[in-house]
């Protein structure tokens, strides 16, 4: 009896702790709660059938999924919810409150459909104050069957499809439709993005789409203002065609006219619809936007980083563990990807995009920086403030039914399963294995720093999700999610913000126009508090299939003082509004503000005058692919250049420059005359020297004659190491700016920079050397060189200066600066996987500083470097240029990256593999093909995907190999100022966000604002580094405010548009003492800026 | 050991002893089928592992010869290929032991080198297994099997030393192909645009010619001009074929096809069909014909090592002479100078267009096998079905080499002249082998 009383005790114990800690977990512990259909009521889910008819080989976009509108149908003030259905019946769902919902389909006559129902868009139509509904159509049916429907609302809770009585009943392949009024009449226009239904080359590199357009492109249909509508597609200059899936309105170029952004599905670029205000539209995404995702799916529209201006978050399909990584299809081979660039395809990288929008429209790609890059088969993204801090979050749908990229399927097994006799495609593709994802939440931590949430908030079931969105369904002023899924039930994740999140206050804002667009479709609101200012704004569609009501909701935080909001209505009137209520829905009506002028942007700091410079040099780079010999090498050393000197070659008092060729390019020498303007002076000795790559330079009066004599490094990595083509060549000036080239010592190093300085104390210049790569050997280190001046003479004395310079590492800049007050230039060295590195001078030699000076674990990729005292307390401070944070490619101190250097075939080839962090495991960062076409012997070994997918090089390779290998790291890929402490201690300071957008190549201190503070610029991209990282171009330059105390703010629309391929940067002062800055750009030309 | 433990092993080795045994009674009646299934079984996982075609051509010869130069020591009559082959010389002899069985032994060197060229390994590791099963139920002594196989592997060995100085090492470390800027070159083609295979290829050690430049062709028109008419003319040819194609025309280019994988995509949807490379479809096609006309065991090896080496020798020349030249394909130069949307019914593989790889291999194997078997023999080729294609008839060998050249033409892979020359290269290269090498 007793031991039955204490099991049952047990029992009893175990279930209370059970729903304690459920009650704990859940309802006070997590942001979220999952309802389901016990919940809610709402047990629609969106079922996928697969048969010899109905798959995927079939109809490609069949596990697409379905979308989720959101809108108050019978004005009681509840959001009510449609839900479309690939293959069943739509669902209508009447909000009783409390989230409870009841399924009012049948009544309401909105749930049949002959073909696939897509993207759903809830609009007053006829502005009657009812919302309608608009439900897009699409597969492998006939036109009647498939036409789009439009359900106007009959104020009683049932519809009738008057699609064709409004014009609007599209036949066409359709995905969604969106609402605004591009021709500024006042009233609504419907722009519908559809897809062709061949899918065969729909991820094939071709020269030319199909031609034939009927039901397949992008179309605009223009309100007539009497409930009817006419197609203006091919007039309007919309009717492009591709795999169109996402819609969204934004005015990208400030104009005051509503533009369109269009993300397209497969290899097809995306495109940007410019408005031209005459009631046509130019495809125009080159001109604003780098790069973008590959495989674009849905987009959203909205103001990131709280700078007032919005920005574009692109899903792509990545996954972010690196089994499914390794697993799953990506990008073409680098002869595709050339080949896609060759016919004309924008840059475009497996990676969701974030472009953030400069202010100034134009943008910068920071996905990667941000922490949203990767979040596997996504289809919508949705931002809300979902814990009211200020800063909008954001969650990714995602999850596909099949994963019909598996490699091993592709390559080996669906072929085998058919081999064995199996004859029924429907059949054979039911064997492709199905992985449920868990959806993304991401908290936005300000600053562009991104925070997966989703466990820690609640998100705990895989599904495979697809329309998504949000919105406050149980009026407690927190946004909920709704999400639909296939194959099971639609989850809504109830936001518990109001219970756990009570001291952040919001404010929701819906607008009141004028008929016939009363609810303000296209406007921008843009609020000012305390402590930021935030915009948003008012549109019916969201990301992917979805659309939700015409409101804006802001976070405030804690504390949080609202200044004022201004509304910027459709058609560009501004009207300010205040006095608004917080933690509550504002109803602003348009005309009870106070009406503002339109601001007049400052002028800019920097303005480019390269068109004006004279200055026509254009650096080509010769035809070469490091990836042809090395497949896994990280990046290509033969684009290094140009190499750039300034200084006074003929003794007028003006600064004259120096631009170095690739190979096969002469180098140039333009000299400035007393107007400023550059002009070519013939120099022979350079022509004579073409075939030569220059990668650094550097102007000094090497024979004491009072001129300035010239020192060019010759690099790359297009020859054998040991080449003589490595030699690198000095010239002598004649006093009035002519070069004669004279003999050098032989040397046969790949080079990097060349930095003078009187490193013996004799009175004429000496020069370090750097050293940059062993060709063909990477990540082998090049040697570098101390050149001693005797008379006039360069002599290598490396051995008795510094012997270790001659394995240092793979240099890229280095800068003289006495460190130490003793009067001597001492040695500071940058590079790729190494740390900052500093040798002392003793006057006759060189020591490395192994005492703890603070850059201990400072490995990165390092390019650039300088120095001078930003604190203004004495000693010399530190700047110095790392890869940045906007990589694939991540580092910590904990989590380093990592490059082994080792021939493992043993097959004379130098085979580097790169490792990185997955989710705290080191894996090679190449995918099986590439490191099997690099390591062929490991095809033996690596038969399978599979076999690779886990594999750490510990699995891989034989410990014998591993210990022999060279192993570099890198701990920290931040561009960072290191505060010199007075007694050679640095303290390390992560630079602002800007300047880790792109590797920084080049850095310049100077007072740019003439506030007596140093300043400092900032310049540098990398389209060096492999393709599927894909190339850093998200820099336009950076200007760093300095305060005088080492705090550095970056200054936003400063003018400058350093946004190619930047190297180098030298200030120069112009005739007549004005100041230039003069960026080296590779494979373009030369910008000036003047400031 | 429990019941059920024993139980299942002893079932299952019943069953397969069963079926072992059937399989053993057609070796017994015809004991040249194990020179077939080595070459079959090699063929296999070639498909499953994926080789390209220069590749592949290297498999087969150096595993023939193997076999061959364990045969030739248990059958008087035949001569060594040591001495005429390059580079190859001192094979061990057989001990003095007439407990070796030479056919066994033949067929593990033939698995010993075949293994080391493939990538699933374990293929013939029970491939070989299964060699000795079928030798110990046609009656082999354990020791007999036991002293067989070490006599195989140590032909294997010999000749794996000869392959490996053959330059096969050195060229897996050259650069891949770069991709040039100019127009009137090679670029990768739709729809996956592979990099371009073995561009060092023609550096490699031939089995029997001088040189690979050796029937070097001139080039028939000027292939280096895509601006001349007449490489416009070619072009027009090839678009015209391909866009006029019959049943016949299409049924051709698709038989002929042997493109190892071909990648079908819909959307995301990637699947890869498989099938033999041309030099593979050749060695299928010497199996059938030496089963179809019941030939023995010396003759069988007889077709399939000059056949083999005929092949190696004629993709090194074909090789020399792609990047020699560095021809675009059709569907490149149709694409940007013709038509825009224009693609050819085969997808094209990836390396330069002249000269024809298919007209030279086939050439070559059908010259050599036609002084085996007779200029005159008619055949079906039935080699296909198992890759879910039909049966051809040929009413000669030359024929089906002359079809396997003009196929690539209706494919839309080629122009005429690389066809013609092709065919010339190969016949060529089959009559030097032929000359070269004394089987007897």
């Not at chain 1, 894909?1030 to 300095?1042: I, N």
């Not at chain 2, 003319?233 to 090839?238: D, G, L, W």
């Not at chain 2, 059908?366 to 002084?371: A, G």
Request: a negative charge; hydrophobic letters at 35%; glycine letters at 8%.
């Amino acid at each position: 009896m007793i031991a039955i009383n204490s099991k049952l005790s047990v029992v009893l114990l175990s279930l209370f702790c059970i729903l304690a800690c459920n009650k704990k977990g859940s309802e006070e512990g997590t942001l979220f709660i999952e309802r389901h259909a016990k919940d809610t009521g709402i047990d629609f889910a969106n079922s996928i059938q697969e048969d010899s008819r109905i798959n995927i080989y079939n109809y490609e976009y069949l596990y697409n999924g379905g979308g989720v509108g959101v809108g108050d149908i019978n004005n009681d003030g509840l959001p009510d919810i449609f839900l479309t259905s690939t293959l069943g019946s739509n669902k209508l769902y009447l909000n009783k409150g409390g989230l409870k919902f009841e399924d009012i389909t049948k009544s309401a006559g909105v749930g049949l459909h002959i073909s696939f129902s897509t993207g759903v868009t809830m609009i007053d139509i006829n502005q009657d104050g009812y919302l309608d509904i608009y439900v897009c159509q699409t597969g492998i049916y006939q036109p009647e069957d498939r036409r789009n429907m439009l359900y106007i609302n009959q104020k009683d809770n049932t519809f009738k499809n008057e699609a064709q009585a409004y014009g609007l009943d599209d036949a066409s392949f359709s995905n969604h439709a969106t609402f605004f009024d591009y021709d500024h009449d006042g009233d609504l226009d419907m722009y519908l993005v559809n897809h062709p239904l061949d899918f065969k080359y729909a991820n094939t590199v071709i020269l030319a789409v199909d031609t034939v357009k009927q039901y397949s492109t992008n179309m605009l249909y223009r309100n007539n203002g009497n409930n009817t509508f006419t197609n203006v597609s091919a007039a309007a200059g919309v009717d492009k065609k591709a795999y169109s899936f996402c819609a969204s309105v934004i005015d990208v170029n400030n104009d005051g006219w509503e533009d369109v952004f269009v993300s397209n599905d497969y290899l097809m670029g995306d495109f940007l619809m410019i408005n031209q205000k005459d009631g046509t539209f130019k495809e125009s995404i080159q001109s604003y936007m780098k790069h973008s995702s590959w495989h674009s799916m849905g987009n959203a529209i909205t103001d990131v980083n709280n700078d007032g201006d919005l920005d574009i978050y692109i899903l792509d399909m990545v996954a972010e563990d690196n089994y499914r990584q390794k697993m799953l299809g990506g990008m073409p081979g680098y002869d595709g990807y050339l080949a896609a660039l060759k016919y004309g395809y924008q840059n475009q990288y497996l990676e969701n995009c974030l472009q953030l929008n400069r202010g100034d429209g134009t943008f910068s790609e920071v996905g990667q920086l941000a922490g949203i890059a990767q979040t596997d088969w996504s289809w919508a993204p949705v931002f809300a403030d979902f814990d009211k801090d200020g800063n909008k979050d954001v969650i990714v749908s995602n999850g596909y039914m099949r994963d019909v990229t598996n490699m091993d399927y592709a390559r080996y097994y669906l072929d085998s399963i058919k081999a064995s006799g199996n004859k029924d495609l429907g059949k054979i593709l039911q064997s492709i294995p199905q992985t449920p994802l868990l959806n993304y939440m991401y908290q936005n931590q300000g600053n562009l720093k991104f925070v997966n949430k989703s466990k820690e908030w609640g998100i705990t079931t895989p599904t495979f999700s697809n329309g998504t969105i949000v919105a406050d369904l149980d009026g407690d002023g927190d946004e909920d999610v709704i999400m639909n899924n296939v194959n099971t039930p639609v989850i809504i994740y109830e936001n518990q913000a109001s219970k756990l999140r009570k001291d952040n206050d919001y404010i929701s804002i819906q607008l009141e126009g004028t008929s016939p667009n009363k609810q303000g479709l296209g406007a921008l609101i843009t609020i000012t508090t305390d402590s930021f200012v935030q915009a948003d704004q008012i549109t019916c569609t969201h990301s992917y299939y979805s659309s939700g009501e015409p409101k804006v909701y802001f976070g405030l935080g804690k504390n949080n003082k609202i200044k004022d909001v201004t509304v910027r209505w459709p058609g560009g009137k501004l009207e300010q509004f205040e006095d608004l209520r917080k933690n509550k829905l504002n109803t602003l009506e348009f005309g009870k503000g106070k009406m503002i002028p339109k601001e007049v942007p400052a002028k800019p700091m920097f303005e480019d005058v390269s068109k004006v410079s004279g200055i026509a040099f254009v650096h080509h780079e010769n035809e070469f692919i490091d990836f042809k010999e090395n497949p896994t090498i990280s990046q290509k050393f033969s684009i290094e250049g140009p190499a750039m000197a300034t200084g006074d070659v003929n003794g007028d008092g003006l600064t004259d420059v120096y631009l170095g060729g690739a190979k096969d390019q002469a180098a140039v020498l333009y000299v400035q005359s007393n107007t400023g303007q550059f002009s070519i002076v013939s120099q022979p000795a350079f022509a004579n020297d073409a075939s030569f790559e220059d990668v650094g330079a550097a102007f000094f009066d090497v024979d004491k004659d009072g001129d300035l004599d010239l020192y060019v490094a010759s690099g790359g990595a297009e020859w054998e190491a040991g080449n003589a083509k490595y030699q690198d060549r000095q010239y002598l000036n004649n006093g009035k700016g002519i070069f004669q080239s004279t003999n050098l010592p032989i040397e046969t190093n790949s080079g990097s920079c060349v930095v003078p300085g009187d490193i013996d104390g004799d009175g004429d210049m000496d020069l370090f050397v750097g050293g940059r790569v062993l060709p063909g050997k990477y990540p082998m280190p090049a040697t570098s060189i101390i050149w001693i001046n005797e008379n006039g003479k360069l002599v290598n004395k490396t051995d008795t200066w510094c012997p270790a310079l001659k394995d240092i590492g793979l240099l890229t800049s280095a800068v003289w600066q006495d460190l130490n007050n003793d009067k001597k230039p001492d040695l500071i060295l940058s590079g790729q996987w190494m740390p900052i590195k500093i040798f002392y001078n003793t006057g006759t030699s060189l020591q490395i500083d192994t005492k703890a000076n603070g850059l201990e674990k400072s490995d990165g990729w390092w390019y650039s470097l300088a120095s001078a005292d930003m604190d203004g307390d004495g000693d010399m401070d530190l700047i110095a240029g790392n890869m940045g944070l906007n990589s694939r490619i991540k580092a910590k101190v904990d989590e380093p990256a990592c490059v082994y250097g080792y021939d493992w075939d043993e097959n004379g080839t130098m085979d580097p593999i790169m490792c990185i962090f997955y989710q705290g495991v080191s894996h090679p960062i190449h995918n099986r093909d590439q490191l099997t076409d690099q390591v062929r012997s490991l095809r033996k070994k690596l038969l399978r995907y599979q076999t690779y997918a886990n594999a750490t090089m510990q699995d891989i390779f034989p410990k014998e190999q591993l210990d022999k290998a060279l192993v570099l790291n890198a701990f920290t890929f931040a561009t960072t100022y290191f505060e010199n402490k007075g007694n050679g201690v640095f303290f390390k300071h992560e630079l602002p966000v800007e300047c880790q957008f792109a590797p920084v190549k080049s850095i310049q201190i100077t007072d740019v604002n003439q506030d007596k503070h140093l300043d400092v610029i900032m310049v540098g991209n990398g389209y060096e580094i492999e393709y599927e990282t894909g190339r850093y171009d998200a820099s336009q330059g950076v200007v760093l405010l300095g305060d005088g105390k080492g705090g550095f703010k970056s200054l936003r629309k400063s003018g400058l548009k350093a946004d190619l391929d930047a190297r180098h940067a030298e200030i120069i002062t112009g005739a007549g003492g004005n100041k230039r800055l003069l960026v080296g750009n590779n494979n373009a030309g030369i910008q000036m800026f003047a400031y | 050991m429990s019941f059920r433990s024993l139980f299942f092993p002893l079932l299952a080795c019943l069953l397969l002893g069963a079926v072992a045994c059937k399989k053993e009674k057609a070796v017994v009646l015809d004991d040249a089928q194990w020179i077939r299934d080595c070459n079959k079984k090699l063929t296999d996982v070639i498909v499953v592992d994926i080789f390209t075609p220069p590749v592949a051509s290297r498999m087969y010869p150096y595993a023939n010869v193997a076999a061959w130069e364990v045969l030739v020591q248990f059958n008087k009559g035949y001569k060594s290929m040591s001495g005429q082959l390059r580079g190859l010389d001192s094979i061990p002899q057989k001990p003095d032991k007439n407990n070796i069985d030479g056919l066994l032994a033949a067929s593990i060197a033939f698995s010993t080198v075949g293994q080391k060229a493939i990538y699933s390994e374990f293929e013939f590791d029970d491939f070989m297994k299964q060699l000795q099963d079928r030798a110990a139920k046609a009656g082999l002594s354990e020791e007999s099997i036991a002293e067989s196989v070490e006599f195989g592997k140590k032909v294997a060995s010999r000749i794996l030393c000869w392959q490996g100085k053959d330059q096969f090492k050195e060229t897996r470390a050259m650069a891949r192909y770069t991709v040039s800027n100019d127009a009137a070159k090679w670029r990768p083609t739709p729809t996956e645009y592979m990099e371009a295979i073995e561009p060092n290829w023609g550096t490699m050690r031939s089995m029997t010619l001088d040189s690979a430049s050796q029937f070097s062709k001139r080039i028939p028109v000027d292939y280096d001009d895509t601006n001349s008419k007449m490489f416009e003319e070619m072009a027009k040819h090839t678009k015209e074929a391909n866009d006029t194609l019959t049943a016949e025309h299409t049924e051709m280019a698709l038989f002929w096809d042997d493109n190892p994988a071909v990648v079908q995509n819909v959307g995301h949807l990637k699947m890869v069909n498989k099938k033999t490379t041309p030099p593979g479809h050749w060695m299928n096609i010497v199996g059938q014909l030496t089963r179809d006309k019941g030939l023995k065991l010396m003759p069988t090896a007889e077709a399939y090592l000059l056949a083999s080496i005929a092949v190696f020798d004629g993709v090194i020349s074909c090789w020399y002479e792609k990047y020699k030249t560095e021809t675009i394909r059709p569907v490149t130069y149709i694409n940007e100078r013709m038509d825009k949307s224009w693609r050819p019914v085969l997808q094209t593989p990836p390396f330069p267009e002249f000269i024809s790889g298919h007209s030279v291999i086939s050439a070559a194997a059908t010259t050599v096998l036609s002084n085996l078997l007779g200029g005159s023999l008619a055949f079906s080729d039935s080699t296909q079905v198992e890759y879910g294609l039909g049966i051809r008839s040929f009413p000669n060998l030359s024929s089906a080499a002359r079809e396997a050249g003009i196929s690539r033409v209706y494919g839309g892979i080629h122009f005429k002249p690389a066809i013609d020359s092709g065919l010339d290269m190969g016949n060529s290269v089959g009559d030097y082998v032929l000359t070269k090498i004394k089987t007897k």
